[in-house]
């Protein structure tokens, strides 16, 4: 069946680089997304990649997609305090329904 | 531009009272809507979504249910809930259409419901 799985905490120091990772199984899911979650708020679409990309780039955002492992990271350059909050992994195969894993949980030491 | 309108924030209701949450969007023609929630620790639970005025498909068997009146207005309601009804819902919507099946889902604030 389809799932998503992914780390559920990352701790970094400001300024460094962060990677969070994530696996999906849906070999036929043609988009996969990264959302962000600030405490209280709902999910916000932070970048997403189409399956026949290996890598996006969107200022200190990068995706890179292995699709042969089904492997996704998002890579955040110069993390910032602003950027603690919980990311979602998540892939769309078509249809209705978008599967998420459970969240990474990122924490940024001042 | 779009924007999706989601309320209450938090609601704290007792076992057994009844639920209705309402979800709005502005700025797009028959979007997409969803509702899912969010348990703490775990990912998003798709509970149902609407293509359409008056079409609701469910994904799993609970004690919810979900209407849309209009175009744009999705609720999400219960006649009696349970402590298990618990939990953050989040109201989403994506644009309609076979040429945009992959479009990405676009979320509201969520409310925090707490059953005593």
């Known amino acids: 069946g389809e799932d998503v799985e992914q780390s559920l905490f990352l701790s970094v120091r400001e300024g460094d680089s962060s990677v969070i990772n994530c696996t999906y199984t849906?070999?036929?899911?043609?988009?996969l997304y990264w959302y962000k979650q600030e405490p209280g708020a709902g999910l916000q679409l932070l970048t997403y990649i189409f399956s026949n990309m290996d890598m996006k780039q969107d200022q200190r955002l990068t995706v890179l997609l292995n699709k042969k492992d089904k492997h996704l990271s998002l890579r955040i350059a110069d993390t910032q305090t602003g950027d603690s909050a919980i990311y979602f992994c998540?892939?769309?195969?078509?249809?209705?329904?978008?599967?998420f894993g459970a969240g990474t949980r990122l924490f940024v030491k001042a | 531009s779009q924007t999706i309108h989601q309320w209450p924030a938090t609601l704290v209701q007792p076992v057994g009272s009844p639920l209705s949450l309402e979800c709005t969007v502005e700025?797009?023609?028959?979007?997409?809507l969803y509702w899912y929630r969010q348990a703490a620790g775990r990912g998003l639970q798709l509970l149902f979504y609407s293509v359409g005025i008056g079409q609701i498909s469910s994904e799993v068997p609970q004690n919810l249910s979900a209407s849309r009146p209009q175009d744009r207005q999705f609720i999400l309601s219960s006649k009696k809930l349970l402590l298990s009804d618990s939990g953050f819902y989040l109201c989403a919507w994506s644009v309609a259409g076979a040429r945009h099946s992959n479009s990405p889902l676009h979320f509201g604030n969520g409310t925090r419901l707490t059953v005593t």
């Open positions: 700025g797009t023609s028959n979007p997409n």
């Open positions: 849906d070999s036929s899911s043609t988009y």
């Open positions: 998540a892939e769309r195969a078509g249809g209705f329904k978008t599967i």
